[in-house]
């Protein structure tokens, strides 16, 4: 991934942050959002799973019955929605947070694009988990120049399925993942017989922490056991010269947070027609 600092130095983090980022390909970065806007995310992403967000079994495929035993794979469900700015203006903010963006832009500048914002919200007792897999499956990129960003909304710990992350692993760069089942399509995760939870780091974070990683970096997190919902929400930002070639929200041009967006020779204005086939 190329350096986001400039001659000036980083914005947001410390060089050591950028640095452990670089090395381990995930950072924590500690209070981004204060109690005040933590508490109001966190009200409006209420409204928004009770209005808007779908509960489902979660994502499909072999590794449910490696994580889970049978009685506790029928009752795992998780609630999740894509962008939330289109439905809320406390979440309009928090993906242009000047706080959030600075540190984006020491990992990724000078220019960033917004991509996605997506809710995980683990429901009690038996919250979904997640199998072990890079997020390049979902929406793959040309390069790793792409960060996401996990905002909490609650505090974090092992019971409530904290993320986990395989240090160093976004240096292997873009993962053969299992899409297919004999059964037909699945949601694409790392084979859990090489692949394993247990090889990873926790990253326990508090309210208004995000934690951000590498497109490319291994992780996946345990069932929340608690009676409690856990709830996170992903925000997804690249170099907008990442092209995308695959997956979520691919063809659709993103706000820039930061910066400018480049014009290569020849490329059209975005088509006021939706995205270019
Ligand atoms: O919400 C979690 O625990 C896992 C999140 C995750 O895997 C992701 O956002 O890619």
């Known amino acids: 991934m190329a350096a986001g600092t400039g001659a000036s130095g980083p914005r947001v983090l410390s060089r050591a942050e950028v640095d452990a980022f670089r090395t381990r390909g995930f950072l924590l970065i500690p209070a981004v959002f204060t109690p005040a806007e933590t508490d109001e995310l966190a009200e409006h992403l209420d409204g928004l799973i009770a209005g808007w967000a779908e509960t489902s079994p979660g994502w499909s495929g072999p590794w449910r019955q490696a994580y889970m ?3 506790t794979e ?18 309009m903010r928090a993906v242009t947070n000047p706080k959030l963006v600075g540190a984006m832009v020491d990992l990724l500048g000078p220019n960033v694009e917004l991509h996605h914002s997506t809710m995980h919200v683990k429901p009690p007792e038996a919250g979904h988990p997640f199998p072990m897999h890079q997020d390049w499956a979902f929406y793959q990129h040309a390069d790793g120049r792409y960060v996401d960003v996990l905002v909490h909304l609650d505090e974090t710990r092992h019971e409530n ?3 986990r992350f395989l240090p160093g692993s976004h240096r292997n760069g873009a993962l053969e993942h299992v899409t297919q089942t004999p059964a ?8 859990t017989d090489r692949w394993k939870l247990e090889d990873t780091v926790a990253v326990p974070a508090k309210r208004g922490d995000v934690v951000c990683f590498c497109i490319h970096t291994v992780h996946g997190s345990h069932i929340n056991v608690t009676g409690k919902n856990r709830r996170l929400v992903r925000i997804g930002y690249r170099d907008p010269e990442n092209l995308q070639t695959g997956g979520q929200s691919l063809g659709r041009p993103g706000l820039m947070v930061a910066g400018r967006r480049p014009r290569h020779a020849g ?11």
């Open 161 to 163: 399925g904290e993320i």
């Open 69 to 71: 035993d049978e009685a």
């Open 74 to 91: 029928k009752k795992s469900k998780l609630t999740a929605m894509h962008d939330l700015s289109f439905y809320s203006d406390a979440w």
């Open 184 to 191: 037909g399509p699945c949601t694409p995760h790392l084979p």
């Open 267 to 277: 490329q059209p204005l975005f088509s006021i027609n939706g995205p270019a086939s």
